[in-house]
């Protein structure tokens, strides 16, 4: 059985996004097939809460050969996603002017699939946050369901 959700997603109002791709860009530096946020839905640093989404499209890069005829979002593409949530929430709250990169992945687990046309809601919780490190227990969820969780490090490079 998954565990509870960090965030209570049905008090999301999941068609409006605070924070758009276009303001997403002036944070993250990720482009073209990389960029795996498509907005965020929440951003509530007094409790270390954050929510993105990513709008899987029929175009994504990884369709046409995982799997073909049978398209599956890749494990690592949805941690790639949780990563970059977790970078932009660095960024925002963090007075440094540093990228933050991937410093390791933990306590993973798949739970469901992610298919185009899905929207994969990211869910962050800061559970530490140092000049030299942040760590963030995430989970992504499509219609309701916990599809993966995982805790993420960053580190400033």
Same mark, same amino acid.
């Given at each position: 059985?998954?565990?509870?959700?960090?965030?209570?997603?049905? *008090?999301?109002?999941?068609?409006?996004?605070?924070?758009?791709?276009?303001?997403?860009?002036?944070? &993250?530096?990720?482009?073209? /097939?990389?960029?795996?946020?498509?907005?965020?839905?929440? @951003?509530?640093?007094?409790? #270390?809460?954050?929510?993105?989404?990513?709008?899987?499209?029929?175009? /994504?890069?990884?369709?046409?050969?995982?799997?073909?005829?049978?398209?599956?979002?890749?494990?690592?593409?949805?941690? /790639? *996603? *949780?990563?970059?949530?977790?970078?932009?929430? @660095?960024?925002? !709250?963090?007075?440094?002017?540093?990228?933050?990169?991937?410093? #390791?992945?933990?306590? !993973?687990?798949?739970?469901?699939? !992610?298919?185009?046309?899905?929207?994969?809601?990211?869910?962050?919780?800061?559970?530490?946050?140092?000049?030299?490190?942040?760590? @963030?227990?995430?989970?992504?969820?499509? &219609?309701?369901?916990? !599809? @993966?969780?995982?805790?993420?490090?960053?580190?400033?490079?």
């Amino acid at each position: 059985m998954p565990p509870q959700l960090l965030i209570d997603v049905a *008090a999301l109002d999941l068609g409006k996004s605070i924070m758009s791709l276009e303001e997403i860009r002036k944070y &993250n530096l990720q482009r073209y /097939e990389m960029e795996q946020l498509s907005g965020v839905l929440k @951003f509530a640093p007094e409790a #270390g809460e954050i929510v993105c989404y990513k709008d899987i499209s029929h175009e /994504e890069f990884w369709i046409r050969g995982h799997i073909p005829g049978r398209p599956l979002m890749p494990g690592v593409i949805m941690i /790639e *996603a *949780a990563a970059q949530m977790c970078s932009l929430y @660095f960024s925002l !709250v963090s007075k440094m002017d540093k990228f933050i990169g991937f410093g #390791g992945v933990d306590e !993973v687990k798949f739970r469901g699939q !992610v298919v185009p046309g899905d929207k994969l809601l990211l869910l962050g919780k800061l559970i530490e946050l140092r000049p030299r490190r942040a760590i @963030f227990d995430t989970q992504g969820v499509v &219609n309701g369901s916990m !599809v @993966f969780q995982a805790r993420i490090v960053g580190m400033p490079i």
